[in-house]
């Protein structure tokens, strides 16, 4: 059932309408149900795009998408590995999502390994990283 989201020129308010099916939506005449009004403007939300497992790790090897990152800058280093599991789509856990947190408040890697020991299992703790 597609969901749509309007906004209504007549009052400006988001009007968002269920239709019970894409061929409701093609003939629908959709009106604001705030106001009355009948000039509705679809609001186009985010839209998803699918890769390839291989077209990630292309992305995350790409030396362009490194740019900003400085090594020395534990900001820096949180954003870009916050970027690194957004490309893995997958949930990489509590404490990499902690570690993460705590890069992007400024925490220095060394100390967050220190009370993190087991971090990263047989890989090393933050070196790893």
Request: proline share 5%; net charge negative; glycine share 12%.
């Amino acid at each position: 059932m597609p969901l749509c989201s309007y906004r209504c020129r007549d009052c400006g308010r988001k009007v968002t309408i269920r239709f019970e099916s894409y061929a409701a939506y093609d003939v629908a005449e959709v009106g604001c149900r705030h106001c009355g009004g009948s000039k509705l403007v679809e609001i186009i939300g985010r839209v998803a795009i699918a890769k390839s497992e291989e077209a990630r790790m292309d992305a995350l090897a790409d030396p362009s998408a490194m740019g900003d990152l400085d090594e020395n800058d534990p900001k820096s280093m949180g954003r870009w590995m916050r970027k690194m599991g957004r490309e893995m789509g997958e949930d990489m856990g509590p404490e990499f999502d902690e570690v993460i947190g705590r890069l992007e408040a400024g925490e220095d890697p060394e100390s967050i390994e220190q009370t993190m020991p087991d971090l990263g299992g047989d890989m090393g703790g933050m070196d790893a990283f």
